[in-house]
Each structure stands twice: as C-alpha cells, then as structure tokens.
C-alpha cells in the first residue's frame, strides 16, 4: 500500500509527541526517586526510630537511634548518614 506525504508527516508527528525530551526525562527520574526516598524513609520510621529520618537530598539519609551508656545509664541519640538504599536501610535496622 503507497503512502503518501501526509501520511508520513502523521506519523512523523505522533513519534515527535510521542519522545520526550531530556528535560522531561531528567524530571521523570527526580520524581521517580523522590519517590522511592519518600517510600524508604516511611518504611525506617515504621520501625520506631529515635527521631524521624531526614532525607539529606543528596542521596543519603540521616537516621537516629536512641542508646544508653551502660555505665550511667544516661540515655542519648545517636545520628547515623546512610546511602538512600534499601540495603544501607536493612543493614542499620540489623535485618
């Protein structure tokens, strides 16, 4: 079957709508791992921790844990940096 110019000029406009950008693209993957920060970090402050987790933006997230001196018994919080990742998360929950 012969296509004819307009034909093409369609689909040349359905793939041009169709791509996204590179900004678009950039912008999609910023939500996509806000989200999955969002996700982790409700997931650690399921566990109860000393105080909410704090998303550094950077890729790394700030958790607290709550600790006892064994000789005074004066209790305090401890403050910990970790990798954004389900694997730093598990492995600072001791899973």
Known sequence: MPMF???VSALSLQWEFGKETEEESEVELEHSAARFSADLI???DSHNPAEPTIDNGDGT?????????VNTG?????????PA????ARDWLGY
Do not use: G, M, P, Q
């Open 61 to 69: 997230l700030t958790v607290a844990c709550a600790c006892v001196n």
């Open 42 to 44: 409700r997931w650690i």
């Open 74 to 82: 004066a209790s305090f919080v401890e403050h910990s940096t970790i």
């Open 85 to 88: 990742t389900l694997k730093a």
């Open 5 to 7: 110019l307009s034909d």
